[in-house]
């Protein structure tokens, strides 16, 4: 099995040593023949960055591929769903034995990730630059 997830997009704009590239990510029945008359196929249009490449080589409206680590997505879904989803669990269970309601507990609950997501804003550009798309 590949230990890489790629995909292939346009070049949407260049930015000294970094670029944003535009990717249509379908599902796997996107393809099919019928996709067009059944609810199920979808297709959704992304903007990827892809920061320390050489641009020199590149334009705006070029096709290239792009490619990330299945390490690098691993560590994206630990940052955006893992880490908080234990912490909300943490905390709610400790509300409850705190608290004995469960509407406070749970209003606790949810405000213990609004420091979490403020502290991944404040290191938004040291996670970006670790969890990146490279061009291949």
């Known amino acids: 099995m590949s230990q890489k997830i790629s995909h292939t997009g346009v070049i949407e704009r260049i930015e000294g040593g970094s670029m944003k590239v535009r990717i249509v990510q379908t599902s796997a029945c996107a393809a ?7 609810n ?7 903007i990827v960055d892809v920061f ?3 641009t020199t080589n590149y334009s705006t409206g070029q096709e290239v591929t792009v490619w990330a680590s299945k390490d690098v997505a691993n560590k994206a879904l630990l940052l955006g769903f893992g880490v908080p989803f234990l912490l909300l669990v943490s ?8 608290t004995a309601s469960e509407g406070v507990a749970a209003l606790v609950a949810l405000g213990s990730l609004v420091p979490y997501y403020f502290v991944l ?3 938004r550009d040291r996670i970006q630059r670790g969890i990146s798309f490279q061009i291949e």
């Open 32 to 38: 099919c023949k019928v996709a067009s008359h059944c």
């Open 40 to 46: 199920a196929a979808e297709s959704k249009v992304k």
């Open 52 to 54: 320390g490449c050489d």
């Open 91 to 98: 905390v709610l269970m400790i509300a409850l034995r705190l």
């Open 121 to 123: 804003w404040l290191l």
